[in-house]
């Protein structure tokens, strides 16, 4: 569900601690491995612990009970249990942290806020003579080529003519080994571009050296996953019947996929700021910040951008995005100050929540999937989320104002 090779290069996912050897019955999610979470963990004789944040996110040179990481490291393997980090993964995975916090406001259509590079993709072009063409297709495919959302197989294919003029004779055994096909004399033919086709050998046979030649082809395109591409090459060379195919393979330029930071979705009806914040603050678990709001409360909002956590370096592609307003958390004076200036009397508006609320909704979706996984291989599991809330605010005033002195 979340690739490591995912996470941003600065974050420290996967396994904290345990064995992966090990069994596991039962699994508890939080935000934060904190004390409070990891004594949940242990007295439910949970197995594992999944959490979004990392226990370790700088390097360490040791984990002694002495201090407060290293006391929960040994508590946990004290206790049997193993922690497991999905971040930033888990934050640009599509369903993801942000998709959590879009859903649990009613927000729909939803699109990444700033979408990661889709995996590179190659399209190879080949070249293949008429009677070639589907079988050079399949052998392609079955490498993994021509998977198009949930097509798969897919290719593009037009007619041409290639040319080229037969070379001398070849020294013996030149451009007979790696044909892969069994085949009487084929083997001593020239191996020159398209020189040699088991389809024709009969006719080739008769070609005398230096005479001009045309045969009937087909371009083929098809599409690989760049990881796939020394497969897919290897199963065009063996399916192919030219000792020498010729093959472009074309690096795609980046381009956007489905996952990235944050979302951006659209509200069933236009609202005023001051009743979405009031969904905000019910959608989302009780923390003693609440719901900060930086705009007119009766200014109309109806496409909303979300991050889950620190969203504040997200403000180019919120106002690229053209949502009405950001809801997100960690807000801080200078960049919140500066993109409502700029803004004027207009949209983006921003919502500021408690960090531990805009990722918790994560948590139940993490659940259900897993279970439903886990049910699926016929090994089903327990899972449940924390019910510790991990915010470390504990109270707030309402400044009622005055003379400033
Ligand atoms: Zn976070």
């Given amino acids: 569900m979340y690739d490591p090779r995912w996470a941003r290069d600065w974050d ?7 064995d992966p050897e090990t069994p596991v019955r039962r699994v508890l999610l939080a935000v934060d491995p904190a004390p409070s979470v990891i004594d949940e963990a242990l007295t439910w004789r949970a197995d594992l612990v999944i959490t979004h944040h990392p226990l370790l996110l700088r390097p360490v040179h040791g984990v002694p009970a002495s201090t407060q990481k290293g006391r929960v490291v040994h508590q946990l393997v004290r206790g049997g249990c193993a922690l497991y980090t999905a971040h930033t993964n888990a934050d640009v995975a599509a369903p993801g942290v942000s998709d959590a916090l879009a859903r649990v406001l009613g927000l729909t259509d939803l699109v990444p806020l700033s979408a990661d590079d889709a995996d590179p993709m190659d399209k190879i072009v080949t070249f293949v003579p008429e009677a070639a063409v589907e079988k050079v297709i399949d052998a392609l495919a079955a490498s993994g080529a021509g998977e198009l959302g949930e097509y798969q197989r897919c290719a593009w294919t037009a007619a041409g003519i290639g040319t080229f003029v ?22 001593s033919e020239a191996a020159r571009a398209g020189g040699r086709d088991t389809h024709r050998g009969a006719h080739e046979a008769d070609r005398e050296p230096g005479e001009r030649e045309s045969v009937e082809e087909r371009r083929v395109e098809m599409l ?21 195919p010729a093959i472009d ?53 109806q496409r909303v951008a979300v991050c889950g956590g ?7 592609a919120v106002r690229g995005s053209g949502a009405d307003v950001f809801v997100t958390a960690d807000l801080r004076h200078h960049p919140a100050s500066e993109l409502r200036d700029r803004a004027g009397e207009g949209p983006p508006y921003l919502v500021d929540v ?31 989320v924390s019910t510790r809330t991990t915010d470390p605010w504990t109270f707030r005033l309402p400044s009622p104002g005055g003379v400033v002195r």
């Fill in 354 to 384: 408690a960090h531990w609320a805009s990722e918790w909704p994560w948590l139940a979706g993490v659940a259900n999937r897993l279970e439903g996984a886990m049910d699926e291989l016929g090994r089903p599991i327990e899972v449940h």
């Fill in 310 to 316: 620190a969203g504040d370096s997200l403000f180019d």
């Fill in 166 to 187: 037969q070379g001398p004779p070849p020294a013996p055994l030149l451009g007979q080994a790696d044909d892969g096909h069994e085949e009487g004399d084929g083997g």
């Fill in 224 to 244: 690989v996953p760049r990881q796939r591409r020394p497969a897919a090459l290897a199963a065009l060379r063996l399916a192919h019947p030219y000792a020498e």
């Fill in 249 to 301: 393979v074309l690096e795609l330029a980046p381009w956007s996929g489905p996952r990235g930071i944050g979302r951006v979705g659209t509200l069933g009806t236009p609202t005023s700021l001051r009743e979405f914040a009031m969904l905000v603050a019910e959608a989302l678990p009780g923390t003693a910040q609440g719901v900060r709001v930086a705009g007119e409360p009766t200014a109309v909002v």
């Fill in 12 to 18: 420290a996912v996967g396994l904290v601690c345990g």
